[in-house]
């Protein structure tokens, strides 16, 4: 993304802002991006920067999960 010289330690809001832009426009699911975030907050707490992150995903826009598919997946086997 045009970040140069950067370390594990070299996280920052801006670097945060782009990344999360970036798996915005690929079109990743809300499931996805909370899973991708959970990994930025537990490296942003390793590194001592735990104040790049929103503490709550809303706060970056990131839509609720939808569980119920209302699809039956039970199928019927055949008795001999």
Do not use: I
Not at 9 to 21: C, I, K, P, Y
């Amino acid at each position: 993304m045009g970040y140069k010289r950067m370390r594990a330690t070299s996280l920052a809001d801006r670097h945060v802002e782009a990344l999360f832009g970036q798996w915005k426009a690929e079109g990743l699911s809300a499931g996805t991006l909370k899973n991708r975030l959970a990994c930025l907050r537990w490296w942003a707490e390793k590194v001592g920067k735990v104040g790049v992150l929103p503490t709550d995903n809303t706060q970056l826009g990131v839509e609720e999960r939808r569980y119920v598919t209302n699809v039956d997946k039970s199928k019927r086997l055949a008795m001999r």
